[in-house]
């Protein structure tokens, strides 16, 4: 059972590779599944424990087919805490189908280098399944992934996702909540060199400014609405530090974006919202 901090900022938000995790406590079940965790300090946390799991980089064993697992958020103070529960269930199973749209298509052998995957949309260190590579026909399934809001993504080589819909429904730039099976994944890829623009640009600097401490984001202008929602796929933003005056950003589908040069020293304090700072 792994117990990792709610209250810091975690690298593994937006990692869908081999788990980077960070727990505070990790505690290891008896016969009967009882555990403790001893020295904890105060705060946020989530408890979470998968079958199988003997490390953050060895994929879940698999029992009657399925993986099981189970998290909760846990609050510590000084007291201690007794009597968490955690309810081990099977862990939902991703299914879908890319469509590869251009000339030529990718070969059996591409694909083979190629992934869909998932990423949570909650600062977490839960340890993360590998992503299987997609089949020769663009089928994937994804398992072993606890309930909870994800992002869709992949990783395609020399292609990029055009449109994203599960049941019907379109996600290309929101998140989803899973919560039991899903089959009905379907994405529409194109090349990159058919769809994707660069973006150059100067930036003109006081005097005395150094573009080492300057940051320019680059990110789609209808994340106005998406912001005020709070609903952020930061994925879909382009950072980029600037080393001298001139700067180029590639590569971009076709549509409107906002781009903001800030210093990295304005854009540090924790207490505000990316984009406040950003502002």
Not at 4 to 31: K, R, Y
Not at 49 to 63: E, H
Not at 66 to 90: C, H, I
Request: glycine content about 10%.
């Amino acid at each position: 059972v792994r117990l990792t901090s709610l209250t810091e900022p975690a690298m593994m938000q937006f990692s869908t590779g081999p788990p980077l995790s960070s727990e505070t406590a990790i505690g290891i079940t008896d016969a009967k599944g009882a555990f403790t965790m001893l020295g904890v300090p105060a705060g946020r946390y989530e408890a979470f424990v998968r079958v199988g799991i003997d490390g953050p980089l060895v994929p879940p064993a698999q029992r009657h087919g399925t993986t099981e697992s189970a998290r909760a958020e846990v609050s510590v103070t000084a007291a201690d805490v007794k009597g968490l529960t955690l309810t081990l269930r099977p862990s939902p199973t991703v299914a879908g189908q890319i469509a590869f749209v251009g000339d030529p298509p990718p070969t059996s052998e591409q694909k083979a280098m190629m992934s869909f995957g998932l990423y949570e949309d909650l600062l977490s260190s839960t340890p993360k399944p590998n992503q299987p590579f997609i089949r020769a026909d663009g089928t994937f399934q994804l398992s072993g992934l606890v309930p909870g809001r994800y992002w869709p993504t992949a990783a395609l080589g020399d292609w990029s996702v055009e449109h994203i819909t599960i049941n019907g429904q379109s996600y290309d730039d929101r998140a989803f909540l899973l919560d039991e099976d899903v089959s009905g994944v379907n994405v529409v890829a194109t090349r990159w060199k058919d769809r994707k623009g660069v973006l150059w640009g100067r930036l003109n600097l006081a005097p005395g400014m150094d573009p080492a401490d300057v940051t320019i984001a680059v990110f789609p202008a209808n994340y106005a609405e998406r912001i005020a929602g709070g609903n952020l796929n930061a994925r879909r933003i382009l950072f980029r530090r600037v080393l001298k005056p001139d700067f180029n950003f590639g590569a971009f589908p076709p549509g409107p974006y906002f781009i903001v040069a800030y210093r990295e020293a304005d854009g540090q304090d924790p207490t505000k919202a990316l984009f406040d700072r950003l502002a």
